[in-house]
């Protein structure tokens, strides 16, 4: 058993979806979120830039001695996993193997759609993992840079004009491919799944990286006996780089439920 916590991290609050998946499959462990809410997005950074800002987050979360690293940023998971995972002795997590998976366990007639921020559809991380899976996929990728902030404005739930225009937008390339299986390649995007579900009919299951990551790593820290396990519920804690007076109202979204637990903000420049 192994009680130390583990450290989740996003360029924004997106990765909370991930956090509450982790919480609900293993309440007794200890989770550290960071968000990097000061910079956000991070979707259409250079490589170089990404790669510098992942290793700061990296970096302040090992003060707190994790047990494990979950990249919760479908970003930071297409272009920085492999660095993050050399530069370091601990086990690090990312959202795109977990979601290919899934993908191809779901689809019937072998044509996934993916969606995700510029940087993650421009890496090619979700293609080749799929490719290595299933060779004879077809696959139909869209860039949806409005995505992030539309969510973390709060413009996410049905009937909201400007979420349901730009979805409709942006995965009507997508949905005319005749795609049976959509993967989510952003955490941010369950938070629109009523909108991007409503869109793309009944008959097309959607992929939540976040969610698929969390059972993965649940399954990997067992594998490899690194669960808690205690009785009682963990300890949950919550750093930011932006002011936290809007961190709770907007997070209490992306948890489904009152954040409950330490908000701190902190300069992540130091690290």
């Given at each position: ?16 979806t ?12 200890d ?29 302040f979360?090992r ?10 940023c ?12 050399e ?12 979601a ?15 969606i995700?921020t ?14 290595t899976?299933?060779?004879?996929m ?5 860039a ?10 709060g413009?996410?739930r049905?009937?909201?004009?400007v979420?349901e ?26 938070l ?28 990997q ?7 808690n ?21 907007l ?21």
């Amino acid at each position: 058993m192994d009680t130390r916590p583990i450290g989740v991290f996003d360029s924004g609050l997106g990765g909370l979806t991930a956090l509450r998946e982790l919480a609900r499959i293993m309440p007794d462990e200890d989770l550290i979120y960071f968000g990097d809410t000061g910079r956000v997005p991070y979707g259409g950074r250079s490589k170089e830039i990404l790669v510098k800002y992942a290793r700061q987050d990296v970096a302040f979360l090992r003060s707190f001695d994790p047990k494990a690293i979950v990249i919760a940023c479908g970003t930071v998971s297409t272009t920085a996993l492999d660095v993050l995972r050399e530069e370091n002795d601990i086990p690090v997590f990312g959202v795109v193997e977990p979601a290919a998976q899934a993908a191809v366990q779901l689809t019937k007639n072998g044509r996934v759609g993916l969606i995700g921020t510029k940087a993650s559809i421009r890496s090619g991380s979700y293609e080749r993992a799929l490719d290595t899976l299933r060779p004879d996929m077809s696959i139909t990728a869209r860039a949806c840079p409005l995505l992030v902030p539309l969510v973390e404005n709060g413009r996410s739930r049905p009937g909201d004009v400007v979420a349901e225009t730009v979805v409709s937008e942006y995965l009507a390339p997508v949905k005319a491919a005749g795609v049976d299986t959509l993967i989510m390649g952003c955490t941010h995007y369950p938070l629109l799944r009523e909108v991007i579900g409503a869109y793309m009919g009944p008959d097309v299951a959607l992929v939540d990286a976040g969610e698929q990551c969390a059972r993965w790593v649940k399954k990997q820290l067992e594998w490899d006996g690194l669960r808690n396990e205690r009785p009682g519920a963990g300890r949950h804690r919550y750093y930011v780089t932006d002011s936290t007076e809007d961190f709770a109202p907007l997070a209490s979204i992306f948890l489904g439920e009152d954040v409950a637990g330490e908000v701190e903000q902190i300069d992540i420049t130091a690290y």
